[in-house]
Every structure is written in structure tokens, then in C-alpha cells.
């Protein structure tokens, strides 16, 4: 005898929706996750994006503390609705913190930051001693 497992019942999703930890909604959608992030090297340095749409450049945090470069965001919002007979107060917290070590190689006074179409993008420059040499010529003695 073997198990054979259905999932061919009539109303999957009336049980799915009713077992939700939501049901009475409000945070339906909500993903605890953190941004997306693009690392890209070049010959200068080093560059960084998160996607972090729909905020200002306000409510983000950066500081770089013994080559660690911390990216944090927390923002809060409160929406309260009176009518006659009822009440209705909904809030939302969201909040993330990513942390990078930076290479040696990174010159951490010169980083620079930007926020635009809701891309967080750092420039990272290398050292002036970690960026390539240019070739010379070595001539041959006898």
C-alpha cells in the first residue's frame, strides 16, 4: 500500500485563505525580505545598488565602521479612520539592515552615495595604490 497524496480539492483556496495567519487582513501581501542587491567591479572601484522603491533619502542610515559598510532603513506609518459606530487604526513598521565588508582595497572616506527612481547606488573607489599600473616598456641590457 502506498500514499498518494490529491490536491484536487473543490475549494483549495477558501481553506488556504481562511487558514492564513491574515485572514482578517491587513498584511496579506507582506514579504519580510531584504533589497535586492547589484555588486559591480571596474578598474576604479567597486559599485553597489539596492532596490528600495517608494521611500526618501531621509530614511536611510549609512555608516562604514572598521571596513563595514551598514545600510539600514526603518520607517512607520499610523492611518486611523473614526466613523459613528467604529474605529479603524491600521500601522505598519518596515525595517532592514545589510552589512558588507569592504574589500582592503576600498578607499572608504571617498565613498558616495545616491538615491534616485528608487535605487540606493554607492561608489566605492579603490585605493590609488590598488588601481592598475599602466605598462611601460623595460628595455633589455646586454
Known sequence: MSI???NNMR???LMNEFFRPDWLGGSENYAASLPAVNIK?????????LAIPGKNKED???EVDNDVLTISMETKTEDEKTEENYTRKEFSYTSFKRSFTLPET????KI???Y????LSFA???KDEALPKPKRMIEIGK
Open 106 to 109: 576600498v578607499n572608504s572616506e
Open 41 to 49: 567591479e571596474d578598474e576604479t572601484g567597486y559599485y553597489l545598488e
Open 4 to 6: 498518494v497524496t490529491r
Open 116 to 119: 534616485k527612481d528608487g535605487i
Open 124 to 126: 566605492l573607489p579603490k
Open 112 to 114: 558616495k552615495a545616491s
Open 11 to 13: 475549494f483549495p483556496s
Open 60 to 62: 536611510f542610515n549609512v
